[in-house]
Every structure is written in structure tokens, then in C-alpha cells.
């Protein structure tokens, strides 16, 4: 069946570098890519998301890269911050997003002060 | 605007028992959907409504669950009777019907544990 794989499950980056999180889907009719942040206690929030027509979208500190090729696409944050501590989820979906989200198991990014 | 609720925050129960789970969807979503995240796997979906309409129940478990949207607005997930793997945390979303609009909106979700 379709799924999305989600690496790595945990990530600890210093405070002020870069963080990288990975997806692969298996889907090819897949045409929308969103990415979301959970904090502790609430749920999942969209951080920001990307279309099958664009391959690299970027909202200030974060960006996500699409290759349909390879079938991956990836979150970048820059200039991490203490609350950019959180569970990241990946997430692909065809029908431009009026459809069930195949989700990524999530990573755990930590930020050290 | 408010958000997406979720009612109750926690729910306890024993195996057996009978859980009604409630979602308010943001005011307009026409879209609404459930999903479930078991203990440390990823969120899996469990069925989409379309204002009243089911269209696409293809994630929910077994005939021990069963969802409805009466009048198309708030949703109600129940379980019953519940089992030990029933437990996890169950999250309702909603959207537009929109093609300008994709993004789901989340509630906060209801853990759902059972003994």
C-alpha cells in the first residue's frame, strides 16, 4: 500500500545550525506535500507544504525541497531556535489535499541550548 | 476564528466499554476527517467526511468503530466495544472545499486509553 517513510526518527541540533528531515513517498500520483510541527499537548499544525508543479518552496526560516523523480522531498530549517523544538511529520497526499494524508512516522528534533 | 475541538482531552476505559468521541469542526470546513496515532507509529487516516457524507472509510479498523456526521457539522467517532489496541490518540481535522485552500486544520486530539 502507499506509504511514506520519515528519517530520521530523532534529530539533536545545536542551536543556530541547520536541520534536515527526510521523506520518501511511494505513490506516484501524489501531488501534495504538506509538513507539519506538533508540540506537546496540542495537535499537529502545518508549517508549510509544497505542490507537485514546484520543486523548492521557502517561507523565512524554513524550506522544503521536491524531487518526483526520486520520489523525495525534504524540510530544511536554518538558524534553529529552542522553539523549534517539537515532532516534525511529513505527509503526501494526491487531490491536492482534499484526501487522506499519508503521514511519515514524525522526528523528534531537539534543539541544544 | 475558533479552531478544531476535540471532546473529551483524556479518556480512560475498560476493555469492553463504550467511548464516544467528539470533534467541531472549524465553522464552514466542509471536509472532516479522523486519523489515529497508536503508540510511537505514524498517524494513520480512518475516514473523510464531506459535509454529511462518508467518502472514503477506508482506514477505519472494523465494524467496532463507527462515525457520524449528522447535519454535517460536528462528528462523533464511537468505539464500541473498545479493546486494549484501540488505544492512542485520535485526532479529527477539517478543510475547505476549496481548490485555492489544501491545508487540514488539527484539534488537539483525545488519548484514548484502554485497560
Known amino acids: 500500500g502507499e506509504n511514506v517513510e520519515q528519517h530520521p526518527s530523532t534529530l539533536s541540533v545545536q542551536e543556530g545550525d541547520s536541520a534536515v528531515i527526510k521523506c520518501t513517498y511511494s505513490?506516484?500520483?501524489?501531488?501534495?506535500f504538506p509538513w507539519y510541527k506538533q508540540e506537546l499537548g496540542k495537535g499537529p499544525q502545518l508549517i508549510i507544504d509544497i505542490r507537485s508543479n514546484v520543486g523548492e518552496k521557502k517561507d523565512q526560516r524554513i524550506a522544503v525541497t521536491l524531487n518526483k523523480t526520486a520520489k523525495h522531498f525534504s524540510l530544511h530549517i536554518t538558524e534553529t531556535q529552542p522553539e523549534d523544538s517539537a515532532v516534525y511529520f511529513c505527509?503526501?497526499?494526491?487531490?491536492?489535499?482534499?484526501?487522506?494524508?499519508?503521514w511519515g512516522a514524525g522526528t523528534k528534533l531537539i534543539i541544544k541550548p | 476564528e475558533a479552531g478544531v475541538t476535540q471532546f473529551p482531552s483524556h479518556s480512560v476505559i475498560e476493555k469492553g466499554q463504550t467511548v464516544t468521541l467528539r470533534c467541531d469542526p472549524i465553522s464552514g470546513h466542509d471536509n472532516l476527517y479522523w486519523y489515529r496515532r497508536v503508540m510511537g507509529k505514524e498517524i494513520k487516516f480512518l475516514l473523510h467526511f464531506v459535509k454529511e457524507s462518508k467518502q472514503d472509510e477506508s482506514g477505519m479498523p472494523n465494524n467496532r468503530f463507527l462515525a457520524e456526521r449528522t447535519g454535517g457539522t460536528y462528528s462523533t467517532l464511537k468505539v464500541q466495544p473498545a479493546e486494549l489496541e484501540d488505544s492512542g490518540v485520535y485526532f479529527c481535522?477539517?478543510?475547505?472545499?476549496?481548490?485555492?485552500?489544501?491545508?487540514?486544520?488539527f484539534g488537539p486530539g483525545t488519548r484514548l486509553t484502554v485497560t
Open positions: 505513490d506516484s500520483a501524489s501531488n501534495y
Open positions: 481535522a477539517s478543510s475547505q472545499l476549496s481548490r485555492l485552500s489544501y491545508e487540514q486544520y
Open positions: 505527509a503526501a497526499s494526491k487531490v491536492l489535499g482534499n484526501y487522506q494524508l499519508i
